[in-house]
């Protein structure tokens, strides 16, 4: 049995004269840093298009500006310090008569206005602006299920 008698067969019912298998990782190819700097310059010299220097190299155009711009960068980009060192100190004790009392928490504006109700031990919070039947209907749910 030979390749073209198998199901492969075109519209007009005819088998099929030609099979083609393509291995190999197709037309990917490893640059070295050496080729792509040559072919990056090729790309600058006076009269040389990127397009026709990509071309004679097999390249797409989006490749070669792709080098072009990664050659423009500055080699030597000193890293960002990632961690900022941290000097520990132990502070000296407060004289007693620099204690003070704690101050009392202040309340936030937005916990101003708020209606805490505990029914049952439920705590309920009524916040400004709550509907007055929805609230009603919600304590009366809660004496109704105790």
Request: hydrophobic share 40%.
């Amino acid at each position: 049995m030979t390749i073209s008698e198998l199901t492969l067969k075109t519209n007009d019912e005819e088998p099929v004269r030609r099979f083609e298998v393509f291995t190999g990782s197709g037309r990917r190819r490893e640059w070295s840093e050496e080729e792509k700097a040559r072919i990056v310059a090729e790309s600058y010299e006076p009269g040389a298009s990127v397009s026709g220097v990509a071309r004679h190299h097999a390249l797409s155009p989006q490749q070669l500006f792709t080098w072009r711009r990664a050659a423009r960068r500055p080699a030597a980009e000193t890293p960002t310090p990632l961690f900022v060192p941290a000097i520990l100190s132990t502070p000296m004790p407060a004289a007693p008569e620099q204690l003070a009392e704690p101050k009392p928490a202040r309340k936030s504006p937005r916990s101003r206005g708020i209606i805490e109700l505990e029914i049952e031990g439920v705590p309920l919070r009524v916040g400004r602006g709550a509907d007055a039947k929805t609230v009603a209907a919600v304590i009366r749910a809660l004496k109704a299920t105790s």
